[in-house]
């Protein structure tokens, strides 16, 4: 797709572009953000470098895009609710959301996007990989799709490998919230609101069975399509700076940060976007 507004180079063959000429801390036209939108429709997640954001600044160019979320474990920072701290501090061995997912399946609604902003980042590592759900879809073969067709997925807050990278940030700052389980229950196959495409909607951190069957029953198919669904062939690479930018559709992303930077701090700044109920 050609764009008359920014400039777009794709990261990789799978998904992920890097969006150049334009300053966000600007106030953007309409048909600026519609090309912003465009590319990260067609690429899953869009990158913007040197993008030095107060928190006040990066709301509002969130709030082009849709409606805030909130996080329910873990407060936001102070005077900014919708945006929660994504860190890993140098005495830490565990990172925050360590582990493939897609955010908070485990809710009726989970969100539509989410922006992550790097505000300090350790000297080598760190790096985040996302993974195109539609190409994930696309891969399987006729029989596996018509499997999978009409299944649900139940996905739960309580999952131990997933829990285990929030306790960190669960002591510092919780919520009412924070001791809460979530269930929620999702098709394993979703088709996107805006592209109409279908992408598989399951992942390692929330999904814990299929609906009417057990974990037993369900693990080894769910194991198959954990292990399909981020093949290297669906994947980029992004390593980020202090000002860097990533904007994912949770829809059809997966996202997985890298844990290879013990002893130093890794500060991220995360807003979501409200989503609907996934069909």
């Known amino acids: 797709m050609a764009y008359s507004r920014i400039e777009v180079e794709p990261s990789s063959g799978a998904l992920g572009a890097v ?49 805030l979320d909130e996080y329910p474990f873990v407060k936001g920072i102070e005077g900014y609710p919708q ?12 990172n ?21 902003i790097a505000r ?3 000297p080598v590592g760190g790096d985040t990989l996302f993974a195109n759900m539609y190409l994930a879809y696309d891969a399987l073969s006729a029989g596996m799709k018509r499997l999978l067709d009409g299944l649900i997925g139940i996905s739960s807050s309580d999952k131990a490998d997933v ?15 924070a001791r809460k389980a979530f ?28 609906k ?14 954990f292990q399909h669904q981020t093949r290297p062939e669906f994947t980029c690479r992004f390593s980020w700076k202090p000002g860097s930018i990533a904007f994912w559709d949770n829809r059809a992303a997966q996202h997985n940060p890298i844990n290879d930077y013990h002893g130093h701090r890794r ?13």
Do not use: C
């Open 120 to 122: 300090e980042v350790p």
């Open 267 to 279: 500060i991220m700044h995360r807003i979501s976007l409200a989503g609907d109920v996934p069909r």
């Open 96 to 116: 925050f959301g360590g582990i493939w997912h897609s955010d908070t399946t485990y809710l009726e609604r989970p969100p539509m996007a989410a922006m992550l």
């Open 83 to 94: 945006i929660i701290q994504v860190a890993k501090l140098e005495h830490e061995r565990i």
């Open 183 to 210: 269930e929620a229950t999702h098709p394993v196959v979703r088709t996107h609101p805006e592209t109409g495409r279908k992408a598989l909607y399951v992942n390692v951190a929330h999904t814990a069975r299929f």
């Open 19 to 67: 969006v150049t000429g334009v300053d966000l801390k600007r106030p953007l036209d309409e048909p600026t953000i519609a090309a912003i939108r465009a590319a990260w429709l067609e690429h899953l997640v869009v990158f913007f470098r040197d993008q030095d954001l107060t928190p006040a600044e990066f709301l509002a160019f969130a709030r082009r895009f849709g409606a």
């Open 212 to 225: 009417n069957m057990t974990e037993e029953e369900s693990a080894g198919l769910l194991q198959y399509l």
């Open 163 to 177: 829990s285990r990278t929030r306790e960190d940030r669960i002591k510092d700052s919780p919520t009412a919230q």
